[in-house]
């Protein structure tokens, strides 16, 4: 699933070409994508016809675009949704789902929701262009203005995990997935599994800077692309892949001591580290 950095590059370029634009017509080429919409997708389409978009918003990894009505199209980009502005007579890229024909009409003027793999989803939220009721739950991001670090520093202290599953739970933070957590231990010199509530004040709040400084570094770059699952817009990569110091590099030398980069079975998914930067906690098994 795309990150924090991932989620606002997409949203920067929908706010350029969306922000007071009129829906004309929307038509679903499949139902998937539109399955939380529950009337169906024909009542999906009649239902956004004549809305206008207002500045499309975000919190963590989570995309809304507000209406100026005070509703919200809620995006869900999942393993592979995309976002792309063509012209309506362009051809469809493999695997396009929704299409909004938007006023006024300009060189391109239909944006177009495209997920290969379906694990993402479209979704009217009502009353939702503030914040969707869906969202109520999910932690500010470092980036979001009303964040409090001492209180997400206290936050992450209190918990007993492992610090990457504290770093993993979009309750507490939002926005940071497996590839910035790996990268934020890695600068604090950390193990994932090293319990939270052992860590001091000092050292967690380094670790969550480490965290907003890489993520700022990625957004600079366009974010993280290992395939084309992931594009801006414009169908643009990201080119951070190319600065990462952990992940994706097992075998590879640690950018600070030279040691071979491991990588770990965690939560279904992997964990990069370096050995020697970052120790197992005492007592942890192999």
């Not at 969707?132 to 202290?157: C, N, S, W, Y």
């Not at 940071?176 to 890695?186: C, M, R, S, T, V």
Request: overall charge positive; glycine content about 8%.
């Amino acid at each position: 699933m795309p990150e924090l950095p991932e989620v606002e590059t997409v949203r920067r370029g929908l706010s350029s070409i969306v922000t007071g634009r009129t829906i004309e017509r929307v038509t679903v080429l499949h139902p998937r994508p539109v399955r939380n919409h529950l009337p169906g997708p024909d009542d999906f389409a009649f239902t956004l016809a004549g809305r206008t978009f207002a500045e499309p918003r975000r919190r963590g990894k989570y995309l809304w675009l507000p209406f100026t009505d005070g509703d919200a199209l809620l995006a869900h980009l999942g393993m592979s949704g995309q976002f792309r502005l063509d012209a309506a007579g362009d051809p469809l890229l493999p695997n396009t789902r929704v299409l909004f024909d938007l006023v006024p009409v300009g060189s391109s003027n239909q944006l177009r929701f495209v997920d290969q793999r379906m694990f993402g989803g479209l979704s009217l939220s009502y009353g939702g262009a503030e914040l969707p009721a869906q969202l109520e739950h999910i932690g500010r991001d470092l980036f979001d203005p009303l964040f409090d670090l001492t209180a997400a520093v206290k936050k992450i202290r209190s918990k007993r995990s492992g610090i990457k599953r504290v770093l993993l739970d979009q309750t507490v933070i939002s926005g940071i997935g497996n590839i910035y957590a790996d990268e934020a231990l890695w600068r604090a010199r950390l193990h994932y599994d090293r319990a939270a509530n052992t860590l001091s004040a000092a050292k967690v709040r380094e670790l969550v800077q480490a965290a907003k400084a890489v993520m700022a570094e990625a957004l600079d770059q366009g974010g993280t692309s290992f395939d084309a699952l992931y594009v801006n817009v414009n169908g643009s990569s990201g080119y951070f892949e190319r600065s990462l110091a952990v992940y994706g590099r097992e075998g590879r030398a640690c950018l600070r001591c030279d040691r071979a980069i491991v990588r770990e079975p965690f939560m279904n998914r992997s964990s990069y580290r370096c050995p020697t930067c970052q120790r197992r906690p005492v007592g942890h098994a192999r």
